[in-house]
């Protein structure tokens, strides 16, 4: 499996979005009970069960956001851990969500991801349309993961969801870009964007149904289509305002 490294075209600008995002992701995730930065949060059990009320009290839980109703910690939680008070409004776990991870190994390869084609796409966009087109992709992620799991109480984290919508457009948005790849154990290539990409997507999409992974991909494939989506609908808006400017002229 190929690991994607760098995009390998130079922005124009500099992607300061993208490099706001990675710190964000960063600081939230060293500030929470996942982290062992957080000391704290207490050990070892103490820890774990802080990790576990917090991540129902920030996460996304399916049947609130269908419902609307703040669902109660499972009993075998509440047995291990104790009870946990705390009030949320679940559609702010919506965008909370998005900023927390499990551990540092699920922190490290969303970032790498963003980093990679997050430059390529700001560039395109510009600053602030692809910051609201990230939150933007993020929810979509997360509502259509709700959407198709409505009774599920189990939490969603973690900012893939955001990231597979980044991705998406930036198939749309540089297709015949190159993605300069790691292939284990030694051997580094330029691949173009929609091998590694749509390698990727494809590995969503046969691994639904994997009841023994905790990875959401659901949310995954809803997220890199709202970006596919959304690319589409940036491309013709520009190439039309382009249009009616040389008409104009």
Known sequence: MALPLYDSQPARRVPWVTYLLVAVNVVVFLLTPMSNFAAWYGEDGVRECRAAHFTYEYGAVPKELTTGDQQPIPGGIVRQCGPASFHKAPWTSAFTSMFLHSGALHLLGNLVALFVVG???????????????????????????????????????????????????????????????????????????????????????????????????????????????????????????????????
Request: proline share 5%; net charge positive; no cysteine.
């Open 119 to 249: 430059m390529g796409v700001e560039d395109r966009l510009g600053r602030w349309r692809y910051l609201l087109s990230y939150l933007l992709f993020g929810l979509v992620a997360v509502y259509g993961f709700a959407w198709t799991s409505p009774d599920s109480t189990v939490p969603l984290i973690g900012a893939s969801g955001a990231i597979a919508g980044v991705m998406g457009a930036y198939v749309i948005l540089n297709p015949r870009g190159r993605i300069v790849s790691w292939v284990p154990p030694v051997i580094v290539v330029r691949l173009p964007v929609w091998v590694v990409l749509g390698y990727w997507f494809v590995l969503q999409w046969l691994s639904l149904g994997d009841e023994k992974s905790n990875v959401a991909y659901t949310a995954h494939i809803y997220g890199f289509a709202a970006g596919v989506v959304f690319a589409l609908l940036a491309r013709r808006a520009g190439t039309a305002g382009r249009l009616a400017a040389l008409s104009r002229g």
